[in-house]
């Protein structure tokens, strides 16, 4: 029985004008003409057997089955382009790789990577984001800054750039007012802003408050947040206390975003590392920039 693939030409002009509900935006995107992005979907729908698009007065919607092609068709493209760019990557000897976590990336590896840039001209960058507690293909990277214990990798090389302390963190704002915060026993007047998710089994909250000595502690209130980016963000918008992590709240404490009001810290045998196959460790771009990582982002994380 013969097999009936439709073309990725057709898969592209489906996808966008579903993505915009326009065959003229879609025409745009793809660099085509509109009735070629309307010939390119009607030969879909002849191999399908079934219209993907309707006309409501002068605007298109997709049918239950265009809804329904939808999510395996993006899935597809994306798989495709995902390939593709590891394929083209490998060959490019002069562009390194970088996955990295979200909130890392933004408060610690941006703000230090030009000096990179500067030291390091040929080689070119791309930066991935790591999904917290989900482990990255090696395939997708060159080098990786992961988060976790010494022995999280078994296989990789993993070498720990930061030491990792624990405190709370707030605006400055929550210092004053009418519930000042001025030891830890004030927080029963705040709201706790803690980072929960599945993923995440650690409840560092709980584990400081056992170092202060308040283990029935309880806040004025609750916000939680599935990433640290988001809270970190909510502490600095003065909507209660998150729990800092030295590596990455030592920006934000430098330019007085967030303050840290009491001087109780927890040690903690977590912290950031660089992680890549063993195979990775005679690149030279990998080398300097392991070398350049360890130097510069581990100074900088040490400054908290």
């Known amino acids: 029985m ?15 004008a579903a993505r915009y509900l326009s065959f003229s935006r879609a025409a745009v995107e ?16 002849e191999l399908l057997g079934t219209s993907l698009f309707e006309r409501i007065g002068s605007a298109v919607a997709l049918t239950d089955a265009g809804a329904e092609y ?11 382009q995902v390939a593709t760019d590891r394929a083209v990557g490998r060959r490019q000897e002069n562009v390194l790789t970088v996955a990295c976590l979200g909130t890392f990336a933004i408060k610690c590896l941006f703000p230090a990577l030009g000096d990179f ?39 990789f090389v993993a070498q720990r750039i930061t030491t990792e302390q624990l ?11 009418s519930s000042p915060l001025r030891e830890p026993g004030d927080l029963t007047n705040h709201v706790i802003i803690k980072t929960v998710s599945p993923l995440i089994l650690r409840d560092d909250w709980r584990l400081w408050l056992n170092k ?43 330019e007085r975003q967030l303050v840290e ?37 581990g100074r900088t994380a040490l400054r908290t």
């Open 70 to 80: 939808l999510g395996p068709t993006r899935a597809a493209i994306t798989e495709l």
């Open 2 to 16: 013969a097999s009936h693939l439709p073309s990725i030409t057709a898969l592209r002009a489906f996808e966008a």
């Open 212 to 254: 202060a000595g308040l283990n029935d502690l309880r806040g004025a209130g609750e916000l939680t947040c599935d990433l640290l980016y988001p809270s970190y963000q909510a502490a600095i918008a003065g909507l209660g206390v998150a729990m800092g992590r030295s590596a990455v709240v030592q920006g934000d404490i430098a």
């Open 261 to 297: 009001p009491f001087s109780v810290r927890l040690s903690s045998p977590l912290g950031y590392h660089l992680v890549y196959p063993t195979h990775h460790a005679t690149i030279a771009k990998v080398e300097r920039f392991a070398d350049w990582a360890s130097d510069v982002l």
């Open 167 to 177: 405190f709370p963190v707030c605006s400055p704002r929550l210092l004053e007012g």
């Open 117 to 155: 840039v500067a030291r390091n001209p040929d080689i070119g960058l791309r930066v991935r984001t790591l999904v917290p507690f989900v482990q990255a293909r090696p395939d997708d990277y060159d080098i990786s800054i992961q988060y976790g214990m010494d022995a999280d990798w078994p296989g």
């Open 30 to 45: 793809l660099n085509l003409t509109q009735s070629a992005v309307s010939h390119q979907i009607r030969k879909l729908e």
